[in-house]
């Protein structure tokens, strides 16, 4: 009895350590990358911004070249520059500039921007049909310090103002506070909820009535409108044409971050990233090419329901 | 004492079962030394006031108090909604329920156990916010009492299993004497039957509160996520943080080095530190009722 028994205690535990013994060997070399010698993987993670335009890339490009994979993952645009700082990622997506303290960290980062973009402020359907159409820059940045609490104080209905922040890390929220307060991370001590990706924010502030927020004009849609910027008597609309000419002035760089040039399979991604194919997908995901000879009248809302 | 009398039987089945059980029960202890040794700059730059600061802001302060108060909170709230819901089936499948029927109860609590948190979390943000929302007139329902509701349900079925099988455990000589005394079917169960089970039932509750304040996918997409103790601090209503959701918002960003992951371990040493205490707690008593 004891012997058989030990007999198939023998074989498992040999299993085990067989198992133990392999995955040691696979550590150092970094992952499973050692496993998959003969077709290449890229991995991209980052800004929840410039995800749709890359996923959609990734797709039409593995289909071009069956033996790369692309992984695509969001986080947000700290977790992009880290990853690819820390080569946990082929490619990190950004949708601000690479802050100096991270270029101090990295001394390799090289970025490569794909397109532009704008952030909005966005309000509630029922904020915007009650007549709030823009605010001054004062008043936003009061809404986020606390000091404005209440619609009716920007000629609005009497409704106390749910005030959405995002995660410190992204991206939008940098762009949006340098404008504000001159400061890519001030504090908005007037908030009430905090929130991270771009379709996140987009969810709690179509579910209000009351809701403030910041987001990548490319996912305004009828919930979720973008007001203007007032400036003196003129209003500024988050529209790609202003965005494009340069009077709106919350647009922003939408970044590939990776260490170093990007060469071999990753530097053939950027290439098709700049291709006129590449370039094409970026229209299409609502926000403004880089090398684009042909005017576009589209206006944004292409990640719209 | 001779090492022989402790590990009598040393073949091939003794080393083989030795080293798979140490693995298993070395992994506890890895685990808590590192967390440990990856908490310690925090420690070292903060100090302790690192638990009862209110300001986190990633690179400039990091204070826990926020988070440490917001899971407390939800957990409190979820036991507090739990509780008599959970007695209350555990007493009817135990007492007045029998064979087949007792087990469909049974069975079903079990599979609801089995639910992904992700699910709850879907159903949180869909309907439960805006059911709290308009039931209770608030203007937002992203808050810490539905976090606490959201959790309610979540560790419903723990709760109501383990106590059913703490009233069960109750010998059927005190039912059988409380009944010839004279006692109702009622008085039995609440004078005799669940004072007898008490210990039991305590652990049941401590058990079930150690998966809620662990829940992090579905507290996060319904509890505001602002680091921040309400004003005044018992205002159930306002948002907040609890500290696996915080840890699962700014984990992927800090990734591996920097104060901001010494700072996320160290709240994952406290939280570790109150899951353990609970289930701890939780198995004592449930010990003691058997």
Redesign the interface.
Known sequence: M?GR??KK??L??AL?LLGVGISIQIWPGGGFHVLAQDSAVIRVAGSTTVLPIVSRAAERFQADHPAIKITVNA??S??GV?GAG?R?LDIGLASREITP?END?YASLHTTVIGRDAVACVVSSEIFRSGVHALSRKQIGDIYLGKITNWRQVGGPD??I?VI?K???RGTRHVFMRYLFGKS?A?APG??????SNNEEQ??IA??D??IGLLSIAWINDDVVGIGIREGRRVIKPTLENVRSGRFPIARNLNLVTAGEPNDVVGRFVDYMLSPKGQELVQASGYIPIHSPQAVSKVAGSHSK | MNTRSLFPERGPAFWGTGFTALIASGTIFILFVSLVIESVPVFKTQGVSFLWGTDWFAGEAYGALPMIFGSLMVTAIAVVLVFPFALGSAILTSEFLNGRLRLMVKAAMELLAGVPGIIYGLMGIALLTIWVRDVFGLIDGNTLFTAGLLLAVMVLPTVMTLSEDALRAVPGEFRDTALSLGLTRMEMVLKVVVPQALPGLAGAVFLGLGRAMGETIAVMLVIGGIDRIPQPWFNLFASGQSIPSKIGREAAEALGFDLQWSALIALGLVLFVMVMALSLAGNLLLRRAR
């Open positions: 004891p028994f030990s205690l023998i498992g535990m085990i986080g947000g700290g977790v880290h820390t946990r303290k960290r409704r106390q749910i922040d995660e410190t890390h991370n504090r908030a009430r909820l905090v929130t991270g969810a709690k579910q209000s009351a809701a």
